[in-house]
């Protein structure tokens, strides 16, 4: 009886707590589309993007053109001439293969350059989402960008135009 009392006092407890939780939400991908500085940074990112693409693909276009011409060759070439050629055919696929790697490696140039532009704007995003957190007494806010685990939600309790306003937009 004793545990039954106990119980009942604390599943009252625990819902007068939960009641009193306030949840909102906001979508990241629509404040970051409503930022023209977010739109220019990845316009500009996508930019240098394509170029860097641009270039490995011809790396490795001249790659296959030695490798073609080397194979044409390849029975009028001494022992000597095919290492030497092969050799070369290896250093240049090295080399594509580090100019991959230092455009789109993880410490890659792109990495790089996305934190230089992209990082402040989500770091302001985020501080303002903490400011409203703090501001409107909110428990938890959830981003519907992600959206995997939110179901349903009440479009009331969307805060992502607050975001924009906070931020300077619309």
Request: glycine share 4%; hydrophobic share 40%; no cysteine.
């Amino acid at each position: 009886m004793k545990r039954l009392v106990i119980v009942a006092l604390l599943a009252v407890a625990f819902t007068g707590t939960t009641i009193a939780q306030k949840f909102a939400f906001v979508d990241s991908d629509y404040i970051l589309k409503n930022i023209p500085s977010y739109n220019a940074a990845q316009d500009e990112l996508n930019k240098m993007s394509e170029n860097w693409e641009a270039e490995i693909k011809d790396e490795y276009e001249a790659i296959e053109e030695m490798y073609k011409s080397y194979k044409a060759e390849r029975v009028l070439l001494s022992e000597e001439m095919r290492e030497k050629r092969e050799q070369e055919i290896i250093a240049k696929e090295k080399s594509a293969k580090e100019l991959q790697q230092k455009y789109f490696g993880a410490e890659g140039d792109l990495f790089k350059k996305r934190e230089e532009l992209v990082q402040p704007i989500q770091d302001a995003v985020y501080k303002a989402v903490k400011e409203m957190t703090a501001e409107g007494g909110y428990a938890i806010i959830f981003d519907t960008a992600s959206g995997a685990s939110i179901l349903y939600s009440n479009p009331r309790f969307d805060k992502s135009d607050e975001i924009l306003e906070k931020l300077g937009y619309k």
